[in-house]
């Protein structure tokens, strides 16, 4: 009776961690403008932008993601590459900017934005940003999103302009690879600058909505 009731006990566990997953370890995981196409040039004359790193609003600040072995076994933690995930964020935006056409400069805060060296400063919020990889027989299921709130104050006349966007990007790859994740989690953030500098155009060194 006891032996049987041991072996219950022992079952039930069994189940337990593959429902649940067992702790794995945490693997640091970027983002890249290295990783996506160029976006096109958006400004013709140079406009200064001064962007602030971000506020991270979400639960749980630590983790970016996971990856979940086949049959749930392990659930590794994916953790930001650069810091924080506020961060590896503002720095990835700063970094799109740059490719289309800003002078960009990046400050830990509003405060620390200099008279005189900024057209326009940029504050953001973070408010999802979840990556994660799914095992599976023969496949691994990839998907990246996040969803942010970007703001923009032209300082010639203080207006601003401010937007809610949301990534997510999809992919399935036989076995899990770190790069295709983090190129995933790249295209994603890009999706979401895109659509955030496809609503503006430049006027007299301010960003205005079309």
């Known amino acids: 009776m006891r032996q049987r009731l041991w072996m219950v006990m022992g079952a039930t566990f069994a189940l337990m961690m593959v429902a649940c997953g067992t702790p794995g370890k945490s693997l640091p995981m970027g983002a890249s403008t290295q990783l996506i196409p160029a976006p096109a040039k958006l400004v013709s004359e140079p406009v200064r932008v001064a962007v602030v790193t971000f506020e991270d609003v979400r ?3 630590t983790a970016i993601g996971r990856w979940q072995h086949y049959v ?3 659930v590794d933690r994916m953790v930001p590459l650069e810091g924080t995930a506020a961060e590896q964020i503002s720095g990835f935006v700063a970094n799109y900017l740059r490719l289309a056409g800003f002078q960009v400069t990046k400050v830990p805060s509003r405060e620390q934005v200099s008279s005189g060296s900024a057209d326009v400063v940029l504050t953001g919020r973070v408010e999802t940003y979840w990556n994660e990889a799914v095992a599976k027989l023969g496949r691994t299921e990839l998907i990246s999103k996040n969803r942010l709130v970007i703001t923009l104050v032209n300082l010639a006349d203080n ?3 401010s937007s809610t966007l949301t990534g997510e990007q999809t992919s399935t790859v ?4 770190l790069g295709d994740l983090e190129k995933l989690n790249s295209n994603a953030l890009a999706q979401s600058m895109a659509r955030f500098l496809g609503d503006l155009r430049v006027s007299e060194r ?3 909505t079309n």
């Not at 036989?174 to 690879?177: P, Y």
């Open 59 to 61: 639960a749980d600040k």
């Open 72 to 74: 749930e076994s392990q």
């Open 159 to 161: 207006s601003t302009v």
């Open 174 to 177: 036989v076995t899990f690879d």
């Open 206 to 208: 301010s960003l205005k």
